[in-house]
């Protein structure tokens, strides 16, 4: 079935610096791919969708300077939290569709990330 | 706007037994309906989906969930069950529309006594 890398798996970094996290389609083209932010024990909150060559679209609330979104081809697209902070920690997902909604959506693993 | 609403934020049983996971949706016209699992600091795993056809739907792992249009739910169910569903479940919907936004109800926690 469809597979989804997303790297790294875990980070911590210092606050006022930038981490990049990259989320790969392995064995499928993503039109479209997706950003999740969870907070422990909760939901999945939607940060943004990307569209292959096209600017993300994000969500209601969701800073676009500090949240980067580059969906440079049909099998990789990456977030930078720039200038984290540690209000930024958290646990992000990202989730790659195929051509139709029908196709379904296939999960990466997550990204822990931890400002320090 | 579309919504899903998971009742219940946790639940206990007992291993063997059955078990049934709520799940109502707000959408106006039929939705693509959703359940994932997620075990702790990991990824999601589409147990199964709902996009037409058949309102009982069998998944994986020997979980299945039917579409209930007058009640506006898809509930999640497992006859017996083990002691590894121990885990989040959650319930989504997406609308047939171009967006594809897939959005997720609260999550219940599933855990399994011995």
């Known amino acids: 079935g469809a597979v989804v890398s997303q790297h790294p798996s875990r980070v911590i970094c210092k606050s006022g610096t930038s981490v990049k996290i990259e989320c790969r389609s392995l064995d499928f083209q993503a039109t479209t791919m997706f950003w999740y932010r969870q907070f422990p024990k909760q939901s999945l909150m939607l940060m943004a969708t990307?569209?292959?060559?096209?600017?993300?679209?994000?969500e209601q609330g969701v800073e676009k300077d500090k949240f980067l979104i580059n969906h440079a081809s049909l099998t990789l697209s990456t977030l930078t939290v720039t200038s984290a902070h540690p209000e930024d920690s958290s646990f992000y997902i990202c989730s790659a569709r195929e051509w139709t909604l029908q196709d379904g959506y296939t999960f990466g693993s997550g990204t822990r990330l931890t400002v320090v | 706007a579309q919504s899903v609403t998971q009742p219940d934020i946790h639940i206990t049983v007992s291993e063997g037994a059955s078990l049934e996971l709520r799940c109502n949706y707000s959408?106006?016209?039929?939705?693509?309906l959703f359940w994932y699992v997620q075990s702790p600091g990991q990824g999601l795993q589409l147990l199964l989906k709902y996009f037409s056809g058949d309102t009982l739907v069998q998944g994986i792992k020997g979980f299945e969930a039917e579409f209930k249009r007058s009640q506006s739910s898809f509930n999640l169910r497992k006859p017996s069950v083990h002691w590894s569903d121990a885990a989040e479940y959650f319930c989504?919907?997406?609308?047939?529309?171009?967006?594809?936004?897939?959005?997720f109800g609260q999550g219940t926690t599933l855990q399994v006594k011995p």
């Open positions: 959408y106006g016209a039929t939705p693509y």
């Open positions: 990307s569209n292959e060559g096209s600017k993300a679209t994000y």
């Open positions: 989504a919907v997406v609308g047939s529309s171009n967006t594809g936004k897939l959005i």
